[in-house]
């Protein structure tokens, strides 16, 4: 299994990114597909989760209404289209899948996600 992300970079406060993250060796519709990040000298976050079978879609408070997270099953990639960035955004973002569905369900949950992208950077500044 192999998940790499893309589409990081420098954006001015109340930009646009989007990101993806490619996947091989697994279906979709097996995993809970994860986004999952991490400012400077903070630990991991839980961005938002999808579950492809369901189409169900969960975002952290903090990203809601500005996040959407979605997938494309013919590219076997996932997507996190991220709108309005501020500052408080930036950080190393990584996929993951999880094979038991967890999605989010406490920060230790992170822990149990079965397979990790190597990450990509998003900073937003002016």
């Known amino acids: 299994v192999q998940l790499v992300e893309s589409g990081g970079g420098l954006v001015q406060p109340g930009g646009s990114l989007r990101l993806s993250c490619a996947a091989s060796?697994?279906?979709?519709?097996?995993?809970?597909l994860n986004w999952v990040r991490q400012a400077p000298g903070k630990g991991r976050e839980w961005v938002s989760t999808i579950y492809t079978f369901s189409g169900n879609k969960y975002y952290a408070d903090s990203v809601k209404d500005r996040f959407t997270i979605s997938t494309d099953s013919t590219k076997n990639t996932l997507y996190l289209q991220m709108d309005n960035l501020k500052p408080e955004d930036t950080a190393v973002y990584y996929c993951a899948a999880d094979a038991a569905g967890l999605g989010y369900a406490g920060p230790d949950s992170l822990n149990l996600y079965d397979y990790w992208g190597q990450g990509t950077q998003v900073t937003v500044s002016a």
């Open positions: 060796g697994l279906s979709f519709e097996d995993y809970a």
